[in-house]
């Protein structure tokens, strides 16, 4: 894509482009494309977390090469919901070089087909469906973990974070921002992984508050105030 350029492009958005969107941007349209399932399982060395301890995030998988993999969440939507962009086109240049920067780890470029919410399709005069460009960690690209067990998972991604910040925040704003889409929006796979995720932190605080409850009684145990009283404490 050229300075050049003059027509429109239009950019689908799985992950944190729904709550955290390109700029000059001009239309914002909820809805949704077939054919792929997304996943938390794509290393992320550059935002939500390092090379050395890498956080998680999403990508798509295509259905059928889903379909040959073992997932502890065996069912997924037929529909994968997210948010299109339309970026005018004196702004493409400038955009994609932002969004090449934005999804450098790992992330190759793919078109799809993106159908309109319905109820956003009615008050609107969009193509149906809309050529979207998308960005998707392919399954040979280095970053690409595959099916992992979901408690384990969730556990790393509680104790994540990168120069974006903490992974688990990443987790909780996609998981709001897709129920925020429309209905039937929700994913279950994104869902049951912030549920896990706050179950571990609420453990977390919990025993963290133990700990210091413990930390408190032993230090009162051993102010005593003379030696007829340290003798009584420890008979």
């Not at 001009?26 to 794509?42: A, H, I, K, N, S």
């Not at 008050?123 to 970053?143: E, F, K, M, R, T």
């Not at 994540?160 to 796979?189: C, F, I, T, V, W």
């Amino acid at each position: 894509m050229t300075s050049e350029a003059t027509e429109d492009m239009w950019l689908f958005g799985y992950g944190s482009l729904i709550w955290k969107p390109p700029p000059h941007f001009d239309l914002r349209v909820p809805g949704y494309v077939e054919g792929y399932v997304r996943r938390f399982w794509q290393a992320s060395e550059d935002h939500r977390g390092t090379p050395e301890a890498p956080g998680r995030v999403v990508t798509l998988i295509d259905r059928s090469h889903w379909n040959t993999l073992t997932d502890q969440h065996s069912d997924a939507p037929l529909q994968t919901w997210g948010a299109a962009y339309r970026i005018p086109g004196p702004h493409v240049a400038e955009v994609r070089e932002y969004l090449d920067i934005r999804e450098i780890n790992g992330y190759s470029i793919q078109y799809t087909p993106f159908h309109v919410a319905k109820e956003f399709a009615a008050s609107h005069n969009l193509p149906a469906p809309i050529d979207c460009l998308v960005y998707v960690g392919l399954p040979d690209n280095p970053q690409f973990m595959g099916p992992q067990d979901l408690e384990t998972l969730a556990e790393h991604i509680v104790k994540s974070r990168g120069p974006s910040g903490e992974n688990k925040d990443y987790l909780y704003g996609l998981d709001q921002a897709l129920m925020e889409l429309g209905e039937g929006s929700e994913d279950e796979h994104v869902h049951d992984l912030a549920r896990r995720c706050r179950e571990i932190e609420s453990r977390s605080s919990k025993d963290a508050g133990k700990a210091a409850d413990s930390s408190v009684i032993g230090s009162e145990l051993k102010r005593v105030g003379s030696t007829a009283e340290q003798e009584e404490i420890e008979k």
